[in-house]
């Protein structure tokens, strides 16, 4: 039994996808940085009215991101039900790891010196600071860490 071209494929077309995926968050979160560093440094002062517009559209990218990935996954893979598991677990998997912060973590690892904040360093502006009055770089890691989790249980639904 051997591998087969149909499965070099198939595993080129899932790379592609994890890859391309993985380079979006990673560009959203440079287009984060240069507005909550970058543009503060030509005198942008933090405000909740255009900071929560701006969090919307963010969050929205996503959303519409995700649903366009899946959508053009099913539309490129036969249109079977089994193409349409797969676009929705890959839409939801955006969705989930957008939720879970992962734009956030790379905002700091990648466009902010390399590594997250001390545990001391409050994550205020992230919804769940309001929700439990306290957030930090564990708490994130925690999220994200049950967000991963989630992801993979889906996808071993989805392919199983």
Excluded at 69 to 79: A, D, K, N, P, Q
Excluded at 109 to 115: P, R
């Amino acid at each position: 039994m051997g591998f087969g071209l149909a499965g070099f494929g198939a595993v080129l077309k899932c790379s592609g996808l994890v890859f391309l995926i993985f380079l979006f968050f990673v560009l959203m979160s440079g287009l984060d940085f240069i507005v909550h560093r970058v543009l503060y440094g030509y005198g942008l002062r933090f405000s909740f009215d255009w900071a929560s517009f701006y969090w919307a559209v963010y969050g929205g990218v996503f959303t519409v991101f995700g649903f366009a990935v899946g959508f053009v996954y099913w539309l490129g893979s036969g249109r079977s039900c089994e193409s349409a598991k797969v676009g929705l677990g890959l839409f939801f998997s955006v969705f989930l790891l957008f939720l879970g912060g992962l734009t956030d973590v790379f905002w700091f690892v990648f466009w902010d010196g390399g590594g997250l904040p001390s545990a001391e360093v409050a994550w205020w502006w992230m919804p769940w600071f309001r929700i439990f009055g306290f957030w930090n770089s564990y708490a994130q890691l925690g999220l994200l860490a049950v967000a991963f989790l989630v992801v993979c249980v889906f996808w071993f639904f989805i392919l199983r």
